[in-house]
């Protein structure tokens, strides 16, 4: 039967796919639209077997709270080129996966990604993606927060996307979650306070330390305390509330918040970064 130009352009809607290749897959499925759409999708999950071992280090990332800033969830969408990750319709395509999520609030990744877009869920929403674009895209990372007051923060061309729980509501503690956002997109602490580095961290810092002060030919007797003050220094740079406030180095980041109001403070955060 002979394929319309209609129908190629009913199936280019469906997919984005080209025009070429809408017309092909209508052709080999004899004007089947559903069949065509399946077939799109099979050319995309070859493209994404052929291309598994391919690196996508480039990307977008997007951040989102909800309308009364309590919950918010943040996105990695990736792909090869930065070509891709500059498309306007790429950078759509990441904005209405993190509508999916923030409307759901799914539990992890693998439930993000059996959530539904117009009927399709965003698993084959991905592999028409491939098949469009001809790259490896895959949703790598994803993660959720719930808070008080839930902050989000996108930087750097939506390069890193940080959500930020603060325990105090309203819009002053909302400006200065978004001061301490931007402080977590650039200097990346490990956690908000010492009492979340995990203890195989705290010991192989302890052990980095002491092997530092015994390379300087320190006494023995003092190299245990030499190694806590080397290990006070690492809380101090890689510990959110006690980090130098960027804005302000002569305070802390917990100083910072306690000015606005003293029960403010951070109980938690997410930092996702295209290669970071």
């Known amino acids: 039967m002979g394929i319309t130009a209609s129908q190629v352009n009913e199936l280019r809607k469906a997919t984005g796919a080209g025009m070429m290749d809408c017309k092909n897959a209508l052709n080999e499925t004899n004007g089947d639209m559903d069949a065509a759409i399946d077939y799109l999708r099979k050319k995309g999950q070859k493209i994404s077997d052929k291309r598994?071992?391919?690196?996508?280090?480039?990307?977008?990332?997007?951040?989102?709270?909800?309308?009364?800033s309590t919950k918010g969830i943040v996105v990695e969408l990736n792909c090869e080129t930065d070509f891709v990750a500059k498309n306007a319709d790429f950078v759509a395509f990441a904005e209405k996966i993190a509508d999916a999520a923030m409307a759901n609030f799914p539990a992890d990744k693998e439930a993000l990604l059996a959530l539904t877009i117009d009927g399709t869920s965003i698993k084959d929403h991905l592999l028409d993606q491939m098949a469009k674009i001809g790259?490896?895209?895959?949703?790598?990372?994803?993660?959720?927060?719930?808070?008080?007051?839930v902050v989000s923060y996108i930087h750097a061309g939506n390069k890193i996307g940080v959500l930020v729980a603060l325990t105090v509501a309203g819009d002053a503690a909302a400006d200065a979650g978004k001061d301490a956002a931007m402080q977590i997109a650039a200097m990346k602490p490990l956690a908000v306070s010492k009492d979340g580095i995990a203890q195989e961290v705290i010991d192989r810092e302890l052990e980095i330390a002491r092997e530092q002060v015994i390379a300087e030919g320190k006494p023995e007797n003092m190299i245990d305390k030499?190694?806590?003050?080397?290990?006070?220094?690492?809380?101090?740079e890689n510990t959110l509330l006690s980090q130098s406030f960027v804005k302000d180095p002569s305070k802390s980041v917990e100083a910072m918040l306690k000015a606005v109001d003293s029960n403010l403070t951070i109980t938690n955060f997410r930092r996702l970064g295209i290669g970071a």
């Open 226 to 236: 030499i190694a806590q003050g080397k290990l006070g220094k690492f809380f101090k």
């Open 52 to 68: 598994a071992d391919r690196e996508s280090n480039e990307g977008v990332v997007i951040a989102k709270t909800n309308d009364d």
């Open 135 to 149: 790259e490896k895209i895959e949703v790598s990372n994803y993660e959720h927060l719930e808070g008080t007051n």
